[in-house]
């Protein structure tokens, strides 16, 4: 029996970055493969909980990434018009010496994982992927696309929602699902009242405002999308105001100045939720390449990261690949699982107009499960 001495990640996003600075901590050398020739990641902002934060201080990175958002503590529950009807006191459930939250754009996000990995010595290769996979007791043989090849003792998928490693070796009828509902998102220069998230509930759209920054916040509107239609990219600043028509307020206001369909982002939202095992022999899948949620509970990218933590503590272990998978399934599986039903619980009651549904009840309970320790 042998340790992992030297890993492949498929995929240069959250996750993958994020377990390349788990793995480099403790010594395990790490080639990391990122499809895009240009590795760069759309601009508008993330939400991340205290048990992320705590998930970061556990990669050693909290400060970095303490230092490129903004943390803040409560969420306020506003009417569509902006009238506050409740402020959520923020939970500092992960431990006194967390924020609750934090807002970061996922640029910074992005500058502190890549900058971080590279720096503890991931060999980074951009514009290629895995071409074939041959696995045997002992390790894996990889072609990548540009005929290079490589020997691992393990290789992870942390390529996302459309993983082509999941489809090469889970099979090709594990496919995203569309749920119904879209997100349209935009930048805004941050007003000092908005240190907190914010979220305002209409009767057909739900709208959110988010801090990134000391100068820098983002608009989310949410909206049903029957048939998952294509948005043309010319139209989107029009589609995301008329996604907005009920808001006053601050939102109103806001929407006055989408103006550059360029500035928006626009998602439909897609959902995968792989069935246990996440790996077979010797090829694992961490992230949205297997547990790819709807936005509701702000939770997606905390478990890619928290995967990341597991996995690369459960590695430094001299044990059989399978235990330690194992392991990692043991750790990981009800609490991806938990996250991925309940917010796309969250999203069919907002589809259904349920005003019975108990969403405060969903959220508490978030809460609960993540400041378990994982
Ligand atoms: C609208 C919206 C809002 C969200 N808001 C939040 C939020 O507030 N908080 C939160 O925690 N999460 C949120 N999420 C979820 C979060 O974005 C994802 O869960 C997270 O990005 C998953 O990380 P990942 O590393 O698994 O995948 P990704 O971040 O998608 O990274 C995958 C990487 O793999 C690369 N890749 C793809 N294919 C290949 C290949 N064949 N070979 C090599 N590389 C490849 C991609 O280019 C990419 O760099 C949101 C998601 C959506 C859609």
């Known amino acids: 029996m042998t340790r992992v001495r030297k890993v492949l990640i498929v995929g240069g996003g959250i996750g993958g970055l994020s377990l390349a600075s788990g ?5 395990i050398e790490v080639d990391l493969v990122e499809v895009k020739k240009e590795w760069t990641v759309y601009g508008v902002g993330i939400i991340q909980q205290c048990n992320v ?13 303490l230092g490129a958002g903004f943390a803040y503590e409560n969420v306020g529950l506003y009417t569509a018009e902006g009238h506050l009807l409740q402020m959520l006191p923020g939970v500092r459930a992960a431990g006194p010496e967390y924020p609750a939250n934090l807002g970061i754009s ?23 992927t895995v071409e074939h996979l041959a696995q045997d007791p002992e390790g894996v043989s990889v072609t990548f696309t540009d005929g290079t090849q490589g020997r691992y003792d393990l290789v992870v998928g942390a390529d996302g929602l459309f993983s082509k490693v999941r489809s090469m070796v889970f099979g090709k009828e594990l ?11 935009h930048n805004f220069p941050r007003p000092p009242e908005i240190d907190h998230l914010a979220a305002f509930y209409g009767r057909h759209h739900n709208a959110g405002l988010c801090p990134l920054s000391k100068d820098l916040m983002y608009l989310f509107v949410t909206s049903s999308e029957p048939g998952n239609p294509w948005m043309p990219e010319v139209r989107l600043a029009e589609l995301m105001r008329d996604r907005m028509k009920e808001f006053g307020g601050i939102i109103g206001r806001l929407r006055d100045q989408i103006t550059d369909p360029k500035q928006v982002v626009y998602k439909p939202m897609e959902v995968i939720f792989v069935p246990e095992p996440w790996y077979r022999g010797r090829v694992v899948l ?8 709807t936005p509701h509970l702000g939770q997606g990218a ?13 590695l430094e272990e001299e044990a059989p690949v399978e235990a330690l998978l194992s392991r990692f399934m043991q750790r990981r599986y009800e609490r991806c699982k938990f ?12 589809m259904q107009g349920a005003s019975n549904a108990d969403r405060t009840g969903i959220v508490k309970k978030m809460m609960e499960v993540t400041a378990q320790p994982i």
Not at 339 to 350: A, C, F, H, P, R
């Open 23 to 27: 793995l480099r901590n403790r010594g």
């Open 53 to 65: 934060i705590r998930a970061m201080a556990q990669l050693g990175l909290a400060d970095r990434f």
């Open 106 to 128: 996922r640029l910074a996000l992005h500058q502190v994982l890549s900058s971080t990995a590279a720096e503890r010595g991931t060999s980074i290769r951009l514009g290629l």
């Open 175 to 185: 496919k995203p699902r569309f749920t119904g509902q879209a997100v349209f998102r």
């Open 286 to 293: 961490i992230g949205d390449a297997v547990h790819a949620t």
């Open 302 to 314: 905390g478990m890619a990261i928290e995967d990341a933590v597991v996995l690369s503590e459960l």
């Open 339 to 350: 996250i991925v039903e309940s917010s796309i619980q969250i999203g069919d009651w907002e």
